[in-house]
């Protein structure tokens, strides 16, 4: 059952409206759904406008964000509940402690790490929590083409494509995070018996 989404997602906006006006229904969604949004805290770009949304529909928004950014006045200072940490890895980590499912729309560096990182916990068996990305405009075609090169040749085995999904529509996204169902997942370190 989902309680808390995160999402992770630009602190740009990107060089074209369908982004934003797709972050700002996703917030609204997000609310009538009943779930807290937890994310990074940033008060600009996709970040600052699917908070705003989620804020503005009466939802409750959960920032985390490390020290050394909140002191760049980057910080949204309207988040429900705020949580400053040390470091970039103390966030990654609370936001997945908090989160009973992660989204990732548009963004650049950060984005596409945060989301390979939660994909590949998922992978090792650390969470067993559901995973999305919003796919606008196509905008992920080209790393799901490079996620299926790597299980073409043989470093992902092919039941892990199925530990995230896209979807370009955000209500059907939600609704996908609700029923995916995770394929089991075995330990990729295991003992020799003899």
């Not at 980057?74 to 609370?94: F, N, Q, T, Y």
């Not at 994909?119 to 995973?131: A, E, P, R, S």
């Not at 790597?150 to 029923?179: C, G, H, M, W, Y």
Request: overall charge negative; proline content about 3%; charged content about 25%.
């Amino acid at each position: 059952m989902i309680k808390r989404v995160c999402v992770y997602c630009g602190s740009s906006m990107g060089n074209d409206p369908v982004f934003w006006e797709a972050a700002d229904l996703l917030g609204k969604l997000i609310v009538k759904r009943g779930w807290d949004l937890v994310y990074g805290c940033g008060s600009i770009g996709l970040m600052g406008v699917v908070a705003d949304s989620v804020l503005a529909e009466g939802g409750h928004v959960i920032g985390v964000i490390p020290e050394f950014l909140a002191k760049k006045e980057v910080m949204h200072e309207g988040v429900s509940d705020l949580r400053i940490v040390r470091s970039m890895h103390e966030r990654k980590a609370l936001m997945a402690e908090l989160s009973d499912a992660f989204v990732a729309l548009p963004g650049g560096f950060g984005t596409l790490e945060e989301f390979f990182e939660i994909v590949t916990w998922n992978q090792l068996g650390i969470h067993h929590k559901n995973t999305g990305l919003l796919n606008i405009q196509g905008f992920f075609d080209p790393i799901l083409a490079m996620i299926d090169r790597t299980i073409e040749r043989e470093f992902v085995k092919e039941s892990n494509r199925e530990l995230f999904f896209a979807d370009d529509d955000p209500q059907r996204l939600l609704e996908r995070l609700e029923t995916h169902e995770i394929p089991q997942v075995k330990k990729w370190l295991t003992k020799n018996e003899s």
